[in-house]
């Protein structure tokens, strides 16, 4: 069992090493698609079914399938694709990548995860019918507010999305 | 069973990346992606964190993440394609003057 766990974080991080050292944003692109599937695949190994679900169907189905519409609407030029992105290499913004990188490891290896714990124990989901009718359950009690409130943030993104593709009257 | 060290720690990876690919690239849809990959990456820690310390609310949290960073896909490509109607580049070396 450990080795999925192994294997699909080894191959998100190599996936998304690609998408940022390609050339061709279409090759980016399915690669970031990569990242997104081996992320879900993580989600289920933590026993997180529904969001992985909802990553596969909302980020690799709708917004993945979005970027590579504008990819290909856009059309660009092959002189303009990002040839010179590479020379001369940009030491500092690396050394800031990899100096992040060993601080959030640092704090993550060796933080002693204490925290509230919750009452969710893997017993008590099953006994209240199941992971999906937990986070249901949830969704629409405890955290009401934040989804209504997230249904008015879709509308504005609609309507802004409507605007900015306007022609200009 | 213990997952989470190895988790976060992917999460920390994925998001150096992220970053490093926000400061390096000049194409405007890369630097997108790579915004996209550091959501993900915080997803993954949302996740991993909500099951070592048996709690389901960080999992509605990433609902909610997802849901903002669609949103936020929707109107950001709709933006470049804006600016490209308008400059004929996404290339921000072209991009560094405000004025038309």
Known sequence: ?169 | MDYSKVMLITSAAIFAIGFAGVLLRRNALIIFMSIELMLNAVNLALASISFSLNSLDGQVFVFFVMTVAAAEAAVGLGIIIAIYKNRKTIDLYDLRLLQG
């Open chain 1, 1 to 169: 069992m450990d080795w999925f766990v192994y294997g699909f974080a080894g191959f998100s991080i190599a996936a998304a090493i690609m998408v940022i050292t390609r050339k061709n944003p279409i090759i980016s692109a399915l690669y970031l698609c990569l990242t997104l599937f081996s992320l879900a695949g993580l989600f289920v190994m933590l026993g997180a079914y529904f969001i992985a679900a909802v990553q596969v169907l909302v980020y690799a189905g709708a917004i993945m399938v979005l970027f590579v519409f504008v990819i290909m609407l856009l059309n660009l030029d092959p002189e303009k694709l990002d040839i010179k992105s590479f020379h001369p290499p940009k030491v500092l913004s690396v050394f800031s990548a990899f100096l992040l990188f060993g601080f959030l490891a640092f704090i993550f290896w060796n933080n002693k995860l204490t925290g509230i714990t919750g009452v969710d124990t893997q017993a008590l989901v099953d006994q209240n019918g199941g992971h999906l009718k937990v986070i249901s359950a949830k969704l629409f009690t405890t955290f009401l507010l934040p989804f209504e409130i997230t249904s008015i943030l879709l509308l504005v993104a609609i309507v802004g999305a409507v605007i900015m593709a306007k022609r200009r009257v």
